[in-house]
């Protein structure tokens, strides 16, 4: 049994070895889907007196047939059509994201959005509502603390006490006053390094009339250590068998 699990983890850790860094012609869906409605407030990128948030699913990329994602430039249009490229994963999101967008600084912005994902990330999972309207209100969060400042009631996307904020699907809120307490969790925070993180970068059209669409992060786990150490094994155990069929054949050779 444990060389039949070392094999199969072979065969993985070879397909993660030969993918290349980036892929062409990756789709997306749409995941979930929210309104935030706020006649006194200020928003990010409003439409018809309303801002929509919503997170997706990266389809057929080398991570996965189909992964959860989040849009990381939400004043970008995400255009019809929009084409995305896998970019090599990270483990650090220090040099993604600039402590100075436009005139508002945060200081250490790249750390507090990796913290952000490491103590919200794991609890964003599951096809329930409530997991649907908690991803939702984690990407109003990552919105303000990526191009914002990371306030949910000053900025560029401030809300008022008098915000309506919730899920289509079914129409339950969505808590703005948990998505502040997310941000101000990231504060200081330490950071694990539990997660792999990979942009996609979106285009529409093609060569020089190509334009730039919403860009969008996905995270993977960081596989433990005992996992690599099989899969070291399983790699062994491949070259030792592809040796000894080649010292057959030399046998048989005229």
């Known amino acids: 049994m444990k060389i039949k699990f070392a094999l199969k983890t072979a065969a993985l850790a070879a397909a993660l070895a030969f993918s290349t860094a980036s892929h062409a012609d990756i789709g997306y869906e749409s995941k979930d889907f929210g309104l935030v409605f706020d006649n006194g407030g200020s928003m990010l990128h409003p439409s018809g007196g309303a801002q929509f948030v919503e997170t997706y699913n990266v389809k057929d990329s080398s991570l996965a047939a189909s992964i959860l994602a989040f849009c990381i430039q939400p004043t970008v249009e995400q255009g019809f059509g929009t084409v995305y490229t896998q970019q090599a994963a ?24 990796q913290a952000l994902f490491e103590q919200n990330y794991a609890g964003l999972s599951g096809n329930s509502s409530s997991a649907s309207t908690a991803r939702l209100g984690f990407a109003l969060a990552l919105w303000d603390l990526v191009v914002d400042d990371a306030n949910l009631s000053a900025g560029q996307q401030a809300f008022t006490s008098g915000a309506i904020a919730f899920n289509t699907v079914g129409g339950a809120p969505i808590a ?12 200081g925070a330490t950071l694990t390094g539990a997660y792999k993180y ?5 285009k529409i059209g093609t060569g020089s009339t190509a334009i730039n669409s919403q860009n969008l992060l996905s995270v993977s786990s960081v596989p433990e250590a005992d ?10 155990l491949i070259g030792f068998m592809n040796r000894r069929k080649s010292d057959k054949s030399e ?3 005229a």
Do not use: C, Y
């Open 251 to 253: 046998k048989f050779a």
């Open 198 to 202: 990979t942009e996609f970068t979106g």
């Open 90 to 113: 990270v483990t650090s999101l220090s040099s993604l994201f600039s402590d100075t967008v436009g005139s508002t600084t945060v200081a250490h912005r790249g750390d507090r959005v």
């Open 227 to 236: 996992t690599w150490a099989m899969m070291a094994v399983g790699l062994g």
């Open 176 to 187: 703005l006053a948990t998505a502040q307490t997310m941000l101000d969790n990231t504060i």
